[in-house]
C-alpha cells in the first residue's frame, strides 16, 4: 500500500503561519520527488511547491515565493511545507503528491502534472 497523509492544516489569522508535513508510508520518499498543491472552493487545482528527490531543487509559483518554504526529511520520510505570512487567498486544502525521481520534471510539476501518488488532503483556513 502506497500512502501520504497530510497533516499540520487549521485555522490561522492572516499574517499567521502554518507548518504542514507529508508522511508517506510503503514506499520510501528518498527516490520521490514532492509536490505540495491546493485546490480552494471554487477554483481548480494548483502547484504550490515542488522537491527534487534529494532535497537538493526547491520551486516555488510565484504566488507563495518568499512566503513559503518546502523541505523534506529522508530519514523520516517526511516533506513539509512552511507557510508564513498566510493570506485569506491561501486558504484551500493542501494536497501532498509523489513520483519516481526518475520521472520527476520540476516543471511539469509546478504546472499540476506528473504525480503519481496523491495524499487526501489538509484543510488550511485564513481568517480573521
Known amino acids: 500500500q502506497l500512502q501520504l497523509v497530510e497533516s499540520g492544516g487549521g485555522l490561522v489569522q492572516p499574517g499567521g503561519s502554518l507548518r504542514l508535513s507529508c508522511a508517506a508510508s510503503?514506499?520510501?520518499?528518498?527516490?520521490?520527488?514532492i509536490g505540495w498543491f491546493r485546490q480552494a472552493p471554487g477554483k481548480e487545482r494548483e502547484s504550490v511547491s515542488c522537491i527534487s528527490s534529494s532535497g537538493s531543487s526547491a520551486d516555488y509559483v510565484d504566488s507563495v515565493k518568499g512566503r513559503f518554504t518546502i523541505s523534506r526529511d529522508n530519514a523520516k520520510n517526511t516533506v513539509h511545507l512552511q507557510m508564513n505570512s498566510l493570506k485569506p487567498e491561501d486558504t484551500a486544502v493542501y494536497y501532498c503528491?509523489?513520483?519516481?525521481?526518475?520521472?520527476?520534471?520540476?516543471?511539469?510539476?509546478?504546472?499540476?502534472?506528473?504525480?503519481?501518488?496523491w495524499g487526501k488532503g489538509t484543510l488550511v483556513t485564513v481568517s480573521s
Open positions: 503528491a509523489a513520483i519516481e525521481y526518475t520521472y520527476y520534471n520540476a516543471f511539469y510539476c509546478l504546472n499540476g502534472g506528473g504525480m503519481d501518488i
Open positions: 510503503g514506499f520510501s520518499l528518498d527516490a520521490y520527488g
